[in-house]
């Protein structure tokens, strides 16, 4: 079963929330990572509209052949309202009961979302990093905050991403002349690395494998065409 830290409640008010991101921010660490990777996981969620049940997925992927390793899905409940920039709240603690169901604790952890490209510095994947302790990152399809320059056409072009004068994510282009996805570091890797492992982890579509096969099987969750114990 892999492990995580409790570090707080999620029972909590939107005011509550904003001053828990105040102060766990203070904890992220950006720094290269110690080894390298081996498997990384892809997470995401769904909603039916206008409903509170989470679907929350996780695949484990191997790094060199991007072969599943595990998958494992959970349904829940959402603890948290929606609120832009206070979605964490929302989300994590469905990750957090998928991701005790894993046998295998991934190496590095991919969100759908962002991790310092937050109004806070700390979006969902800085968040969960926390809880996680390995290192995380986000990979979102759209931006939240921060603005970049117009990128060359190719895969593999990139732009710094600033919001207040500070580069806190990158926009990257993962495949010729689509849209650009929106890299940022969460917790224990830095930008270089996160950039890297979204263009290692390529299957041939914009979204990195990872996140991209965590949405098929949350859409198939919350379809009722997959279902785990």
């Not at 892999?2 to 992220?28: G, K």
């Not at 952890?109 to 968040?127: E, L, N, Q």
């Not at 299957?203 to 279902?227: C, D, F, M, S, W």
Request: glycine share 8%; aromatic share 8%; with cysteine.
């Amino acid at each position: 079963m892999a492990h995580y830290q409790p570090l707080h409640d999620w029972n909590v008010t939107p005011a509550e929330a904003v001053a828990l991101q105040q102060q766990l921010r203070s904890q992220i660490r950006i720094e290269p990572l110690t080894k390298p990777p081996q498997t990384i996981a892809g997470c995401d969620i769904s909603f039916n509209k206008f409903e509170e049940t989470v679907y929350a997925g996780i695949v484990v992927l191997r790094l060199d052949t991007l072969e599943t390793v595990e998958e494992t899905g959970v349904i829940g409940t959402a603890p948290f309202p929606y609120i832009p920039g206070l979605l964490s709240f929302r989300e994590i603690p469905s990750l957090l009961q998928a991701w005790q169901k894993l046998k295998t604790e991934p190496d590095v952890v991919m969100f759908d979302g962002h991790g310092t490209a937050h109004p806070r510095r700390i979006g969902i994947a800085s968040h969960a990093g926390l809880f996680l302790n390995r290192p995380t990152f986000g990979c979102g399809k759209s931006v939240l905050v921060g603005k970049y320059d117009e990128l060359a056409p190719e895969r593999g072009a990139w732009s710094p991403m600033r919001h207040y004068g500070e580069v806190i994510g990158a926009a990257l282009r993962t495949k010729n002349k689509v849209n650009p996805v929106y890299i940022s570091p969460g917790n224990l890797i830095d930008l270089e690395t996160a950039m890297a492992l979204t263009l290692q982890c390529d299957g041939g579509y914009r979204i990195p494998e990872p996140t991209r096969r965590a949405h098929n099987l949350v859409n198939a969750l919350r379809k009722g065409e997959r279902v785990f114990s």
